[in-house]
């Protein structure tokens, strides 16, 4: 082998190495923190926004900075009508214009610029109106169940679990509503407790809701959950 051949294959060898034989020096992104809700605070009323007509005001949300994160999406939702919106920020506050005598929850998505995200507890809160001597409790979150589970053919009796506030800790009691069609009608129960023994057959779908009643006679539907026995 010649001094030539000898210098060409070192050569192709280096390149070699350099192209293709080296690992990666790229760093994954660090996924962002959680952010720490501040305001509106958990199970309250609030009375601090901007009145900008009799229906609506303006609520300035709050939150902790997270670690990595560039930006943040608030999701809201109206817990009387059900109905969802996301609102961005790049910074940790957001000022969202809402309905007045109306519940709400929200939470905060962090995001990086790698499109990793973190998301934060879910608080719920009451949008004063004009004063009143007692508020509509929030509507019941329902446990277990979890949406769509299914449970084996041989099952015959399935716990219904439930959590309920008021901002007044009035609340009188649940009514609970369980059929195999949608909404369901049927009332399983009236009781104070916050959860029950269902009934179930086999090869059925369940719905099912909780109404939150309070001393003064307000109430809440919660959200309708299902689950399936096979």
């Not at 190495?17 to 952010?35: H, N, R």
């Not at 716990?159 to 369901?184: A, H």
């Amino acid at each position: 082998m010649n001094l030539k051949t000898i210098y060409s294959l070192v050569f192709v060898s280096s390149l070699f190495i350099s192209c293709g034989g080296g690992g990666s020096t790229e760093v994954a992104p660090t996924p962002p923190g959680q952010a720490t809700l501040i305001f509106p605070e958990q199970n309250s009323e609030c009375n601090e926004g901007t009145k900008i007509s009799d229906t609506e005001s303006s609520v300035v949300f709050d939150w902790s900075d997270a670690q990595n994160a560039s930006s943040y999406e608030v999701t809201l939702k109206n817990l009387s009508t059900g109905t969802t919106s996301k609102h961005t920020s790049t910074s940790s506050e957001k000022a969202i214009t809402i309905n007045r005598a109306t519940p709400y929850s929200w939470f905060v998505v962090s995001k990086n610029d790698g499109g990793q995200t973190s998301t934060s507890s879910t608080w719920k809160f009451y949008n004063a109106g004009e004063a009143v001597s007692s508020h509509i409790p929030f509507p019941a979150d329902l446990v277990k169940p979890a949406m769509g589970t299914s449970f084996e053919s041989s099952t015959t009796t399935v716990t219904l679990e439930w959590s309920g506030e008021d901002i007044d800790n009035d609340i009188k009691d649940y009514t609970i509503l369980m059929s195999t069609t949608t909404p369901p009608t049927n009332t399983l129960n009236t009781t104070s407790a916050t959860s029950i023994e269902a009934t179930v057959s086999t090869k059925n779908t369940y719905y099912w809701r909780v109404v939150t009643t309070d001393n003064e006679g307000n109430t809440s539907n919660s959200e309708i959950f299902e689950f399936k026995i096979k």
